[in-house]
């Protein structure tokens, strides 16, 4: 009997923790979401409170809201919509990278080119699509050919976000 009670005494602190830690979870609100979004040549977000994040995956495109599961993923080309807490929208192309969401609802978003959607030339852009479609019927190398599909899907996916 004595053994009993002093296992349980032994396992109240993480009882203890336990419970903090649902408790602290369960007062988060949206202003609690910390997100940093950053490329090699600009940081977007430094730990700025976000009310949702959509992002393209190769899983999937999906929302991420705060109290996400925590969650790694790999990013696509494609668009990357902030609402920010005031209500306003804003739109950043990335061509790839990598999403994590951490247990304490902050979120960090690494991203190889990123780019504000509104800053987009469309005429560059089919001008780019015309030469990555010219490459890949010329290419001679499975390497050449790879490499001309990935920018092929690279330059639709920067298409459909102009036109979005």
């Not at 903090?20 to 090699?40: G, K, N, V």
């Not at 700025?48 to 992002?55: T, Y």
């Not at 929302?63 to 739109?91: C, F, M, R, Y």
């Not at 599909?149 to 996916?157: G, N």
């Amino acid at each position: 009997m004595a053994a009993a009670v002093l296992r349980q005494a032994a396992r109240a602190p993480l009882l203890v923790q336990q419970c903090s830690r649902l408790i602290a979870a369960s007062h988060r609100s949206y202003a609690d979401m910390a997100f940093t979004f950053a490329s090699p040549y600009d940081v977007y977000y430094k730990d700025a409170k976000v009310k949702q994040i959509d992002v393209p995956t190769f899983s999937g495109n999906f929302g991420i809201l705060p109290d996400h599961v925590p969650t790694l993923a790999v990013l696509k080309p494609g668009v990357i919509n902030v609402t920010e807490e005031d209500g306003s929208n804003k739109k950043y192309f990335v061509s790839s990278g990598s999403v994590t969401i951490n247990d304490d609802s902050s979120v960090q978003i690494l991203a190889e080119e990123a780019h504000p959607v509104d800053r987009l030339d469309a005429a560059s852009i089919r001008d780019g699509m015309s030469k990555a479609q010219q490459e890949a019927t010329s290419a001679s190398s499975e390497t050449a050919k790879a490499e001309a599909q990935i920018a092929i899907e690279c330059y639709e996916a920067l298409q459909k976000a102009v036109e979005a």
